[in-house]
């Protein structure tokens, strides 16, 4: 992504990029916050999301490609080597959505570290100088038996969640003869919709960041792969 006018676009409007770690520890879900976002420098998604995305559903489509060519010159009596062979039998969509689930998933628990955020409430967390007792602790009060997850965390879940299921709807649906650009409409619909009702600066570009990300990675991955399978 175009870092220097997204660090500039960001620091005009949030400062510094640990700014909301405070505000954002302290609220539940998102689903709760009704308010529609509007007037915000930082759209969701940006151009250069919106260009990512659909690059990596462009890759999708090659990987299906590849594999029909392949699948033709087997018929037609070549020998394949063995790892074109392996890439004949295996799952291409199956192997596109893991892909996309660890890289989302990785991203995700980046975000989490980088601002000691409660995310999976399994262990005991110490924030604003008090303990938070996991969900397991006889001793937890909350009603959620342990501490709150954190308001970016549970956005940026709910994009990755959302993202995932869009996707697997659209494979699930179109098999072998899936289109990039409806991968493409299924991830902008999860990063438009979490995106709608977030009315912070910050957390809308790490929407546009986790998205971005996620889809260069996966194509950069997805792409070594049909390099080796070529060779």
Do not use: C
């Amino acid at each position: 992504m175009k870092k220097a006018i997204l660090t500039a676009a960001l620091l005009v409007t949030v400062g510094s990029s640990f700014a909301m770690s405070d505000e954002l520890y302290s609220q539940k879900n998102p689903a709760n916050v009704t308010g529609v976002a509007v007037g915000y420098e930082l759209v969701a998604p940006m151009q250069e999301t919106v260009v990512a995305v659909e690059d990596l559903g462009k890759v999708l489509e090659r990987a299906h490609e590849v594999r029909q060519d392949l699948v033709k010159r087997q018929v037609a009596g070549e020998r394949l080597t063995d790892r074109q062979d392996r890439f004949v039998k295996h799952d291409v969509n199956q192997d596109f959505l893991t892909v996309l689930d660890r890289n989302l998933t990785n991203r995700v628990e980046f975000f989490k570290r980088a601002h000691n955020w409660n995310g999976d409430n399994k262990y005991e967390h110490s924030g604003n100088y008090e303990t938070f007792l996991n969900k397991h602790n006889e001793k937890a009060t909350e009603a959620v038996n342990g501490y709150s997850n954190s308001y970016g965390w549970n956005v940026l879940r709910n994009v990755r969640q959302d993202a995932l299921s869009n996707v697997k709807a659209v494979l699930d649906q179109q098999g072998e003869t899936v289109r990039g650009e409806d991968i493409a409409k299924a991830i902008l619909a999860a990063t438009s919709n979490n995106a709608a009702t977030v009315n912070n600066e910050e957390l809308r570009y790490y929407i546009n960041e986790l998205v971005w990300y996620t889809a260069k990675q996966t194509v950069k991955e997805t792409n070594k792969q049909l390099s080796h399978v070529l060779k």
